[in-house]
Structure formats: structure tokens, C-alpha cells
């Protein structure tokens, strides 16, 4: 039921646009009632985003299940890297969610506040594996800009994988690190 919901959101948002549908549109289209539709979602937001809690859960068991010895960046990026099977397999839904968040201010500030949960996230699983306060915390919040400019980076071009784009961007902050850019 959920991803039948889903899938009539999508459908939805993508003919009509986020802001001109609502929930008993989409729970028409899915063939259910409204109340139905709020059995599995808060609100039409939540559709875009269902799931991240799973998400986050899939980086920070990365983080803690990363060899001992690594720095914090080298254990973001192992985890980071863990994620492109699961990226790669949802890419066909992801990769329309992407153009309607982005065209879509009330969704693009819910992606801020769930980037910055995220964040939190990585930078707890940092310290829980030792890693000073404000170093996990510069930490988490570095390797979040280079995972967004990966993703990004592999939406416009997927002829290579995400951890090519993953790579490229940990290049150039390395060059920007050293006044090369």
C-alpha cells in the first residue's frame, strides 16, 4: 500500500506539480481513501522523504562497523561508499524526487532540515567512535557537502559510478585545501 501511495503521489506531482495536489487526490489516484493515505504518511510531504530514517540508519551502522584506526573522513567516505548499491537501485525513483524537491520550496526546506538531521546523525556516529566534538562535527558537516556534490555530480552524469563522482569530489576539496582551485 505504501508504495502504491507513493507511486500516485509521484504520478500526481509530476502532472499537476507538488503544490496543486493533495492527499485525497493521491489517495484516489491509489485507489484508497484520505484516511488510508494518513494510515502510512503524516502528510504529502513525507512521501518525498520516506525512508530517511532507514537511510540514516544504513550511514551511521557504516560509521560504526568501519575499521578502528581510520580518521573521520576516511570513515565517512567507506560509508558513504557503502551506500551507492542503494542508491543505484532507487535511482529511478530518486532521481524525479530530486527535480520535485528542488522545484519545490516547501519540500526544499524540509530537505534542508532532514540534511541537517543527517548531519547530527554522522556527527554523533563520529564521536561515538571517539572522535572529538567540534572535529566529528566539521567532519560530518564536510563530508555531507561532498556527498551532496557526488550525488549531484552522478545525477547529470551517470555514465560512471557514484563513488567515481565520490572521488572526484574529495580531488577537488583536496585542491581547494591546498589553493590549487
Known sequence: MRGRLQAAAWALYAERGYDRTTTAEIAARAGVTERTFFRYFPDKREVAFDGSAEFMASFTDAIAAAPAGLGPMEVLLRAFRSMEPMLADNRA????????????PALRERQSAKAAAMTAALTQALRDRGVEAKLAALSAQTGMALW???VRAWYEDPSVG???????AVQALRQLSAGDA
Do not use: C, F, S, Y
Not at 557514484?162 to 572521488?167: E, Q
Open 93 to 104: 525513483v530518486n532521481e524525479p524526487r530530486q527535480a520535485v524537491i528542488g522545484a519545490t
Open 148 to 150: 551532496d556534490h557526488a
Open 162 to 168: 557514484l563513488g567515481v563522482h565520490l572521488d572526484r
